[in-house]
């Protein structure tokens, strides 16, 4: 928010504020230039004059307040409430994983490099669900055979030959059935992507950092940030190659 444009919305009372300010003054100044003739009355002035300053010093602290409160809220609505960030967590496993896959009704997005946690926790449950008609899986791969898949796994403390085994345990399993689609895509990814119905959890790949270490944001269907990185998980699903 803009000082000037703040102090000008509240012209009105920053000049009531001035006028309290120049009237305490004035009462004090009058009051010390006749103290020596009418003490009594002196005091009384220089008495009304110090509460009318005091009051305009007060005043003038909660309009700051009120603009350091209102610039806060201006940050909060853009940072958190526009963005439709609902939480932040320092991991990646977190347990409210568990019943929003245990309540999933119409699709499921999720992105990665293996995915072993994903499938030892979710297998059994994400087969049952894709066995009704209305319920759509989307499993994205980064392709073992790649530059970026191979450094993943290196940082990961892991064998690129577990990723490739993670891919055919993921095909396996899910071979016969029909709305579980996966595929794999030959480029390094920026961000995890993990979107449950109306809710997404996304978070970063950081440089020689293991995943299950790595922040995870929790967004909400509906505002800007969850649209940008379905966007961009349609992006590299459309350019992925099915197996």
Known sequence: MNVTRYLLNNKAYILTNIIILGIGYYLISIGFCTSKEDPQVSNIKISIGTSLIATGIVVALDLWRKFNVKKINQKMNNIIIDSGIQWVSKKRDLDRYDKLVNNLENSLDICGYSLSGFFESFSEIIKKKAAKSTVKIRVLFVDTESDAAI????IEGKSIVL????IDTFKTFYSKVENVEIRIIDMPLSS????IDDVMFI??????KQSKSTLTIELSKGQWLFNEYQEEFDRMWSDAKPI
Request: hydrophobic share 30%.
């Open 151 to 154: 450094k993943r796994a290196k």
């Open 163 to 166: 990723f490739r085994e993670k």
């Open 192 to 195: 995890m992507i993990y979107r």
């Open 203 to 208: 978070g970063p790949h950081f440089y020689k």
